[in-house]
């Protein structure tokens, strides 16, 4: 008996006692990531919940943020235990078939994401009196010189930087003068609406909540700090901390818009529009501030999808990757981030592009792509061979195999409420 037990303590993880020193140097990764999915198509779910809804869907933020941090944490302590990315791993234990297909989709699912965010780029900056002509050729050429700058800690500090205007959401929500009260009801306790849009926009926030691209992310950036096994218990307190902020601040857009847009009855059908709308009801002050929220929010995104997408398929298929390569030494890395980038920024020129017709398609393709990619991750999460004693108890394999189900669940709704045309 006493020898089982031993066992059974040898293949748990040893408690660790925390070095703060080393919790702060940990944060970042998981911030990172988790904040980036509030981007323009983001915003814009959001936005459209509070408007339509008020605080009717509030209550999905704490469920989203459990979910997001099954992902997120799950794919860095793979990181941390394996020294690999998800691209490798996929393609070390499903084929090169199985990972051929996964990169296609993640490139076509990233690259309209990227579009959009120029989209919400010139979007923001329009607010401002920027023409698009203008925005989207500067903001294009600033991501690429970012990306293309060598140094992944200097790239990190600067999106960390760009991450405190997400701030801006949390301070027009004390400016607008919500309903607190009703607020934390409606997030502890969900009302009921017997709508068809209800259930798409639920859909909607899934999507855009967790998105394939942030699990890929996630890791990544943990292999790229070189983090190890005794690493885990701080890039754990990141990846938490990371959802957390990035779930309040997706709170606070829907308590912004169902604060002011709801009474009013003004719908949108993007996030410059509730920015917009927001000057004539509460000042420009709230305006500017949601504005400047949007364009933080869609330039970190389009700072991330490109790196991340040509480091998955780079990785995937074994040519040379990283921010501190040369182009001589990996010039498909940094190709496919150059023409990403270029061919995003040349389609939002266009002036008969369906924007929105892009990002459905891409919400279409995460939707498809995410519980595949999650069904891979658990499958290799919870085995002992790659993840030694570190791999899923059997609580976490129940959190990830309801999100799995869960967005099965809803993508299937959604592809049948878009047959009805709902």
């Known amino acids: 008996m006493a020898r089982r037990k031993s066992m059974r303590a040898q293949e748990r993880p040893e408690r660790v006692k925390l070095d703060p020193r080393r919790v702060l140097g940990a944060m970042g990764p998981g911030m990172v990531a988790a904040l980036a999915g509030a981007d323009a198509g983001g915003v814009a779910a959001y936005s459209n919940s509070g408007a339509l809804y008020g605080y009717g869907l509030l209550w999905t933020v704490p469920i989203m943020c459990l979910l997001l941090i099954v992902a997120q944490e799950t794919a860095a302590r793979m990181g941390c235990v394996t020294g690999k990315g998800f691209a490798s791993l996929i393609r070390e234990q499903y084929g090169v078939r199985l990972s051929a297909l996964a990169m296609l989709a993640l490139l076509i699912s990233n690259a309209t994401v990227t579009l959009s965010e120029f989209a ?195 990785e995937a298929f074994g040519w040379e990757r990283g921010a501190d390569r040369s182009w001589q030494e990996a010039p498909v890395y940094r190709g496919i981030i150059t023409a990403i980038l270029a061919i995003s920024a040349i389609i939002v020129l266009l002036p008969d592009a369906n924007l929105f017709g892009i990002m459905m398609a891409a919400q279409v393709i995460n939707g498809v792509l995410l519980p595949v990619l999650l069904v891979f991750m658990v499958g290799i999460a919870s085995d002992r061979h790659v993840m030694g004693r570190y791999a899923n108890s059997r609580l976490w394999n129940i959190f990830t195999w309801f999100t799995i189900v869960a967005v099965t669940v809803l993508t299937i709704i959604m592809f049948i409420l878009q047959a009805l045309g709902y």
């Not at 500090?157 to 607008?176: D, E, N, P, Q």
């Not at 779930?247 to 719908?267: E, H, K």
């Not at 917009?276 to 933080?296: C, R, W």
């Open 120 to 314: 919400g780029i010139a979007s923001g900056l329009a607010l401002f009196g920027v023409p698009t002509y203008v925005s989207v050729p500067v903001a294009a050429l600033a991501i690429w010189m970012l990306t293309m700058s060598g140094s992944y800690r200097r790239i990190e500090k600067v999106l960390l930087a760009i991450s405190c205007v997400f701030v801006t959401y949390v301070v027009a929500g004390f400016m607008v003068g919500p309903d607190w009260g009703q607020a934390f009801h409606d997030t502890l306790i969900p009302p009921v609406y017997g709508e068809p849009s209800y259930l798409s926009l639920i859909v909607a926030l899934v999507g855009t909540t967790i998105a394939p691209w942030m699990m890929f992310l996630a890791q990544s950036n943990v292999v790229e700090r070189d983090a190890r096994e005794d690493d885990i218990p701080y890039q754990r307190i990141d990846t938490v901390t990371g959802s957390v902020v990035a779930s309040a601040i997706s709170w606070f857009i829907i308590l912004v818009t169902g604060a002011v847009l709801y009474p009013a009855g003004i719908v949108v059908e993007g996030a410059e529009d509730a920015a917009a709308a927001l000057a004539p009801l509460v000042g420009d002050y709230a305006q500017a501030l949601f504005g400047a929220g949007l364009i933080g929010a869609s330039f970190l995104a389009a700072c991330v999808l490109p790196g991340i997408t040509s480091s998955a398929i780079c």
